[in-house]
């Protein structure tokens, strides 16, 4: 069984804060499991806390600047109580090593991706004052017999794969996370049957690059077919897929498995040609357009969602203008928009970072303008129409209200009624916006 109910007779503290992406957030999960075991209790605030543990995020340079302000609002704690141990685990801790903490002396360990069975053994050397660093990068770690502490209950994340061979020129992940490699198909099964005996009801499988999953003969798409057949209550989502790698297979099993959700993340980065060859995409536009054809035609209801990089170096008004095109004509309902970024000792760091600031700030003004008047008018369609919603979470907005999703990833927010968390509720769409729906439970 899942050990979501921590040991009680436990003594020191750990409090982890985390940064970046889903892949931190199941490894944070990892990381408090493993510590759980070594006598560790999690901890919702730093104050008391006997470990503080940053859980960080290099992919752009302003991730890594809020861990440099957070780490300067830590002196705080270290002043209190200067027994406190304080680890920068994570992507940050990978690319920065021991400058991390030669430049900050409240650092007392810096423990890379793939070395956190390391961290029982250099919590104890720093509460012996001796600083560690362990950022040795692995051909094999999946992690895969360490039990995650997993607090929220009902949606879980589970790491089926980690690193990146996909080496786009922009990226600093298959740097910070090696190269890639699958967790066994067998152990990853065993978990969503735990997870749902214990309750849990949405299950999103994470890797990088999903679509490369390989255990055996066993694809993606074979995984993601025997984790639906687990629990018919159990909602499946799956992130990020690539798509020069995306199978007509998967396509199929989306839309043939009832829980699995329709809902696709696939980020295309941008809507030129010529940039995603610079990007190293390994696909073009067109390829992309066919591939959200076949999506569109066999998941009718399908929801939507990309990642775009505006300013990518010699980006062009016409490059640009191809993006506005492309998503004009996609009609995503939703987008995750960034400015790009140099990163040190990727091939587009060599390719200057030619295109402005200010234009970069235009650019991107722009998209998430357009944007977010594509998903207004997609969202104002919804309006009437019912939705199954699992209700999810107190809305941060109003105690009286929940939130939750639909099947297709929009989120909704309706009042409590007699409603609780983990329900699926038939929600009737009243009003809506860009980002969110508002509705009221179908009596
Ligand atoms: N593996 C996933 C996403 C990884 S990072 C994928 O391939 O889609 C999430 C997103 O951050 C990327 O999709 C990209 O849009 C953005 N990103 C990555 N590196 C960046 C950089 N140097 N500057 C700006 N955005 C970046
Ligand atoms: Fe980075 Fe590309 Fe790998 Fe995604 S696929 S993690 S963007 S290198
Ligand atoms: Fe950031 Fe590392 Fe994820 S760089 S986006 S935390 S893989």
Redesign the pocket.
Known sequence: MHDIVENPTLSKALYVETYG?QMNIADSEIISGLLNQKGYKLSEKPDNADVIILNTCS??DNAEKKIHDRLNHLKFYKKKNPAVVIGIVGCMAERLRSELIEKNNIVDLVVGPDEYRKLPELINDAENGTTGIAVRLSRVETYDDITPLRTNGINAWISIMRG?D?F?T????PFTRGRERSRSFKSIVEEVHQLSATGFKEITLIG??VNSYLDGENDFADLMCEVSLVDQNLRIRFT?S?PQDMSDKLIETIATHKNICNNIHL?V?SGSNRILKLMNRSYSIEHYQNLIEKIKKQIPEVGLST???VGFPTETDEDHKLTLDFLNNVKYDGA?M??????EN?K?WEMGDSVPEEIKQARLSEIIDLQNNIATEINKTLIGKTFNVLTEKESSKSSSDWTGRTDTNKIVVFKKGNINRGDYINVVIEKSNSATLFGKIVE
């Open positions: 992406c992919v752009r990146c996909k786009c922009f990226c600093v992940v990088q690059n990020t690539h980020p980065q990642d775009l990089i995750y960034f400015k790009y970024s140099p990163r990727t587009a």
